[in-house]
């Protein structure tokens, strides 16, 4: 009878041990105390975006047997390239030594303009002009010659200075250029009025990306035109425009902000279509 006792008194602590590590604990939901939110909205965008692909998923299941082979092999429908829509990294930096096959012109590209004061100062004109394909790759960055006499050249912020516009473009075969890029592709950027209005362009309204006026950024921020220093601070986790801007690096961040919340921006769009 001690044996037995002992055998069964065994049993009763492994149950109770096996119901211990099968009891759910609360997640933590405290927030960071360093004011920067976008981890825990990373994890929001996450969340909604599998959502959305799971009910993407299942009406493709229904309209075609293709689908069938895919969800055997555990291969996402929504992959693209080698990013996995959905999946985040945290605090990833583009990295601007892309291969070669990533320097090509992208069906998203990202725009940035420098401008500088003409007239009492206040008015802009354009300066320079960087554009980047979803990689990050710098595929056009041109300083333009002025067209009319220069007041401020604001090179605190602009980054410009004099013998950078002696020495630029004719602001008439920049603005072809230019135009010739934006053809029918989808343009993200950051306050994009500003850059098409300094240049003179219009882009279909359906194919543009605005960093400043994406409603979850406003959300996010509280803002209701929220800065792209912000932006990137909060959402991406690093830090731009310390001291002169600088065009490049501002369209790659307007890019980077595109490329992570994509899912959702472009599901957002379809659905209002």
């Not at 980054?159 to 934006?182: C, M, R, T, W």
């Not at 731009?240 to 890019?255: F, K, L, P, W, Y």
Request: hydrophobic content about 30%; proline content about 3%.
């Amino acid at each position: 009878m001690g044996d037995l006792d002992k055998l069964c008194g065994k049993n009763k602590s492994m149950e109770k041990r096996q119901e211990e590590s099968t009891t759910c604990k609360k997640p933590v939901t405290k927030r960071s105390a360093s004011g920067c939110n976008w981890k825990a909205y990373k994890d929001m965008i996450h969340t909604e975006e599998s959502g959305y692909d799971k009910k993407k998923n299942n009406s493709t299941k229904k309209s075609s047997n293709k689908s069938q082979k895919f969800k055997k092999s555990n291969v996402s429908l929504h992959e693209t390239g080698n990013t996995k829509i959905g999946q985040h990294k945290e605090k990833k930096k583009y990295d601007y030594t892309v291969p070669e096959n990533n320097k090509k012109i992208t069906k998203q590209i990202a725009i940035d303009c420098e401008m500088v004061g003409i007239g009492d100062g206040s008015e802009s004109m354009i300066a320079r002009v960087s554009i980047v394909n979803k990689f990050g790759y710098c595929l056009y960055d041109k300083y333009v010659k002025p067209r009319e006499k220069v007041q401020d050249y604001r090179t605190a912020v602009s980054g410009i200075y004099p013998h950078h516009l002696k020495n630029g473009e004719e602001f008439s075969i920049i603005q072809k250029e230019v135009a010739d890029i934006l053809k029918g592709r989808i343009l993200v950027g950051h306050a994009l009025k500003n850059d098409l209005a300094v240049l003179f362009l219009s882009h279909p309204w359906k194919s543009l990306r605005d960093t400043s006026r994406y409603k979850p950024f406003r959300q996010i921020t509280k803002a209701n035109t929220p800065s792209l220093k912000r932006l990137a601070l909060e959402l991406l986790g690093i830090e731009i425009q310390v001291g002169e801007h600088n065009s490049v690096e501002d369209a790659r961040t307007a890019m980077q902000l595109y490329m992570l919340y994509r899912t959702k921006w472009e599901s957002e769009i379809y659905s209002r279509r």
